[in-house]
């Protein structure tokens, strides 16, 4: 490990780091992510102690001209092999080399604590708008599935066993919405980042009159912090953008499985592409849904992360404290965990090829057992009693081994006479998702109504 270059702090010591404190205290490697953001806090604050009077204007030019040449070796990569602590002092060493000894005055009146805060949630509110560009896509190609997939018809599943006939539309919008939901969470977990913490010091404010709100402007943000030692501290628009994360990983990890069973030999209710597959490397013939798997997996990955988030902040005293910054990796690996995982189920249902013959082979009449007993109700028959008789049909139909639809209307008629005019009424798979036109349902105008509301709010 190299040595450390430039120290914010060394004043009151005697004695050097001891290289185990160092090993673990250095978070330049995960944090020099925020180099973008650190320089954006710095220019604000050039800028915010010149119009407090701190800096005079020929400073503060100094200050900028020296973070242009900080962002020119930056953006070449000094990060990735210095030595420093960690970005804030890896800057200010940069600042120092560029401008000279006017670096020196850039600290003034702030501390890491307040510009650790500020650059994690303007990475924060930057890395949302990523992940809602993911989830966009990955809602994206599910309405476009749903609208190629009005009149193709497949069971709906409860508990994993066929239950009801529904049009794949339906089931591509039942996937569509929960991703909907989340951007709008992630719209209000990035309005819940955007309130600034600089200007709040160490813990009880800075010492020189800085215009926060001016600041706030400057930097994008929507409002200033009311409380110097809740801002320091405030590690919640973290947990707001991991849970976001979170759930948006437990939402692409279901419908991960809902694929992963479909491409399946047994179901075969879709093919998925090459490009998102692997082989394996001792059975030729494998062909692994290795994309889905990995979707799966990141959610695991993704609540852990937020676990992790969790239990540090149960425990932090007022203000800021290192666990912290032990954070910060949990923090970036989360988004962008989530954001690839969009990105890639995107590219999964985009390239899938569906099979409406198999899924149309998988329509088995025991679906319309419900259809049936609803038919005997609007015979007169109480739906108790035409659960229990369309029951017994079922069981009739499985000692004779023939489908329900097939055991003879005299036979039928025996377990009651309402049966065989409801069975003569029943028709396929497709009079009974359209005898469901209630809203939510699986009428074709439903489905309709539906795809139209869910593009609305693809555009939102
Ligand atoms: N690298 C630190 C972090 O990410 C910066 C804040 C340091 N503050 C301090 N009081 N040591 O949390």
Request: net charge negative; no cysteine; proline share 5%.
């Amino acid at each position: 490990m190299p040595e450390p270059t430039h120290v914010m702090w060394g004043g009151r010591f005697a004695e050097p780091m001891d290289p185990r404190l160092d090993r673990l205290n250095r978070s330049l490697p995960v944090d020099r992510r925020l180099w973008r953001e650190d320089l954006a806090t710095n220019r604000a604050w050039a800028r915010a102690l010149e119009r407090g009077g701190v800096l005079t204007a020929a400073e503060r030019d100094a200050l900028l001209a020296g973070l242009d040449q900080v962002e020119a070796a930056l953006a070449a990569g000094a990060a990735d092999t210095a030595g420093d602590e960690d970005i804030h002092s890896l800057v200010e060493r940069l600042l120092g080399e560029a401008a000279g000894p006017v670096a020196g005055k850039l600290h003034t009146g702030r501390s890491r604590n307040d510009q650790v805060a500020t650059d994690l949630r303007l990475w924060t509110m930057a890395a949302l708008e990523r992940l809602d560009a993911g989830l966009l896509g990955a809602a994206r190609a599910l309405v476009t599935r749903a609208e190629a997939g009005v009149d193709v018809l497949l069971p709906a599943y409860t508990h994993t066993q066929r239950a009801q006939p529904v049009r794949l539309a339906h089931w591509a919008l039942a996937h569509a919405w929960p991703l909907l939901r989340d951007r709008e969470r992630l719209r209000q977990a990035r309005g819940r980042a955007a309130v600034l913490p600089l200007g709040s010091g160490a813990i009880a404010g800075s010492g020189f009159a800085v215009d926060r709100e001016a600041l706030a402007r400057d930097l994008g943000f929507g409002a200033v912090s009311a409380n110097s030692m809740d801002a320091v501290g405030d590690r919640d628009f973290t947990v707001d953008a991991v849970f976001v994360a979170a759930l948006v990983g437990t939402h692409l990890s279901r419908l991960a499985e809902d694929l992963i069973l479909f491409s399946t030999a047994e179901f075969g209710f879709v093919r998925l592409a090459e490009p998102f597959t692997t082989g394996s490397s001792l059975m030729p013939q494998k062909r692994n849904p290795d994309a889905l798997e990995l979707v799966r997996g990141a959610a695991g990955q993704l609540v852990g992360h937020l676990v992790a988030l969790l239990v540090t902040l149960k425990a932090m005293p007022t203000g800021y404290q290192k666990d912290l910054q032990e954070n910060n990796a949990g923090l970036f690996a989360a988004l962008d965990l989530a954001e690839g995982a969009a990105a890639l189920l995107a590219g999964v249902v985009e390239t899938l090829a569906p099979d409406p013959g198999r899924m149309a082979a998988a329509l088995d009449p025991s679906v319309l057992a419900t259809d049936l007993a609803d038919l005997l109700v609007q015979a007169g028959v109480a739906f108790r009693e035409a659960h229990a008789v369309v029951g017994a049909l079922v069981r009739r139909a499985e000692e004779l081994g023939v489908p329900l639809v097939d055991v003879a209307p005299e036979e039928a008629a025996r377990l009651h006479p309402a049966l065989r005019g409801a069975l003569a009424a029943l028709g396929g798979p497709a009079e009974a998702v359209e005898r469901r036109r209630i809203a939510g349902g699986t009428g074709r105008s439903a489905v309709l109504a539906q795809l139209a509301a869910a593009r609305q709010a693809l555009g939102a």
